[in-house]
């Protein structure tokens, strides 16, 4: 077969992802697709290489969010095809959806927070930084962290601890806050106001910033290795 009909990883990938979530937002089984060679050359193939122009364009998109969103969004729509995801109806379920997620209850978050705080002690090893000065760390025009939100790598309540997170954000230009964190910025006091009564996520970030700054301090001062507990 030609070479231009097969898939590339990253559409086996895609479909193998919308395979998952498609099944089990509908809790039906499924198992992971191994060979291709029934999808190569078809329409479907057509419709993956869109999305994967997609992915390939804007890497910091989630493509579990990606995929669950149209069903999150409109419960009474059964199934929702590659044709569908090949579309920006997609893109804009996707947007949707982040959005409402954003403002989800903060304790629901407390996994992705973890994650996000183990990402960043790591982050400031790397860069040899001590935590405090990882909301300073900048990346051409922008705080680092601010990339690092859109990229999906770390959670937005993660950084609620560090001091002047928005008054440092709005000192940046309106097009480059816009482009980073355009929807932290415009609920900024809704989301502050619900982190700090939540129940758990504040007490644990607070916490968790005390251990990770000693944590960072001492592999900077000795021998630097990742986080990974």
């Known amino acids: 077969m030609e070479k231009q009909n097969l898939l590339t990883d990253l559409e086996k990938h895609l479909y193998n992802k919308h395979l998952a979530v498609s099944r089990s937002e509908r809790n039906k089984p499924f198992k992971l697709k191994n060979s291709f060679t029934d999808v190569e050359g078809t329409d479907k193939h057509k419709f993956l290489k869109r999305i994967s122009i997609l992915f390939c364009k804007h890497p910091e998109i989630n493509p579990d969010i990606f995929f669950k969103a149209p069903y999150k969004l409109y419960p009474d729509v059964a199934y929702f095809g590659l044709d569908y995801f090949s579309t920006m109806r997609a893109v804009r379920a996707y947007t949707t959806y982040k959005k409402t997620l954003l403002l989800q209850d903060p304790d629901s978050q407390l996994e992705e927070v973890k994650d996000s705080l183990k990402f960043i002690a790591n ?3 790397e860069k040899g930084i001590y935590f405090h000065q990882y909301p ?3 990346t051409a025009e922008a705080y680092t962290w601010m990339q690092h939100y859109k990229q999906n790598k770390i959670n937005i309540y993660s ?6 997170i928005f008054s440092m954000t709005k000192s940046l230009a309106e097009d ?3 482009f980073y964190v355009g929807e932290f ?3 900024f006091q809704k989301l502050y106001l619900s982190y700090n009564n939540s129940n758990n996520l504040k007490a644990y970030v607070q916490k968790a910033h005390g251990i990770l700054s000693e944590f960072v301090q001492k592999q900077l001062t000795s021998s630097t290795k990742p986080l990974s507990y």
């Open 136 to 138: 300073l760390h900048q």
């Open 159 to 164: 950084v609620m601890e560090f001091p002047n």
């Open 123 to 125: 982050f400031c090893i």
């Open 185 to 187: 910025l415009e609920r």
């Open 176 to 178: 480059v806050q816009k």
